[in-house]
């Protein structure tokens, strides 16, 4: 089935720009979605269909896709961005969601 | 505003069986799907299955497909997940979450804000 990997952290000072990664093959030809996780809580969506963002998530989270690689930005980063993250595709082979291995964004 | 409300914490001894329930609201049932999502502690999102709300067809992971049942309520917005034969890796914080999309592209909006199932033996 459909493989995704992400790097186990990220450290990022305050006010600068994090990049989280998601690798799977040829994954540009695919939509991705990415979730982000405080601790105790549920995860939340940040980004859907590679770049859209939904209502009330800020401006400051992009995405984009591209080849073997979806990336997550994170600009101007606060100390509320301290968080796991996860990506997202739909394999059609197998007819389910497969999820990344998730990134866990420390803030410096 | 859309919203799922789960129910509490449970503690199940191993072999027992468990039924977690999703309520729902600010959005009509009907029209969308609902996932199952596991999270075991300190470790990663594993999808478990999917219901459709409005016709009741199902699609299990294939992993869990025999101990797994998912069900809704449509008069009182509710969806269902029951898990039987419970082992200790099913011990697990368990998430419903509304899916949206389509052709072969979804994605998960709301989340439930998760019910934590534990298994003793």
């Known amino acids: 089935s459909y493989v995704l990997g992400q790097p186990p952290s990220v450290s990022v000072a305050p006010g600068q720009t994090a990049r989280i990664t998601c690798g799977g093959n040829n994954i540009g030809s695919k939509n991705v979605h990415w979730y982000q996780q405080k601790p105790g809580q549920a995860p939340v969506l940040v980004v859907y269909d590679d770049s859209d963002r939904p209502s009330g998530i800020p401006e400051r989270f992009s995405g984009s896709n591209s080849g073997n690689t979806a990336t997550l930005t994170i600009s101007r980063v606060e100390a509320g961005d301290e968080a796991d993250y996860y990506c997202?595709?739909?394999?059609?082979?197998?007819?389910?969601?497969?999820f990344g291995t998730g990134t866990k964004v420390t803030v410096l | 505003q859309v919203q799922l409300v789960q129910s509490g914490a449970e503690v199940k001894k191993s072999g027992a069986s468990v039924k977690v329930s999703c309520k729902a609201s600010?959005?009509?049932?009907?029209?969308?799907?609902i996932s199952w999502v596991r999270q075991a502690p300190g470790q990663g999102l594993e999808w478990m299955g999917w219901i459709s709300a409005y016709k009741g067809n199902t699609n299990i992971a294939q992993k869990l497909q025999g101990r797994v049942t998912m069900t809704t309520d449509t008069s009182t917005s509710t969806a269902y997940m029951e898990l039987r034969s419970l082992r200790s890796d099913d011990t697990a914080v368990y998430y419903c979450?509304?899916?949206?999309?389509?052709?072969?592209?979804?994605?998960?909006?709301?989340w439930g804000q998760g019910t934590l199932v534990t298994v003793s033996s």
């Open positions: 997202q595709v739909w394999d059609s082979s197998s007819d389910h969601p497969v």
């Open positions: 600010g959005y009509t049932f009907t029209s969308y799907g």
């Open positions: 979450a509304r899916e949206l999309g389509d052709y072969s592209n979804y994605w998960f909006d709301p």
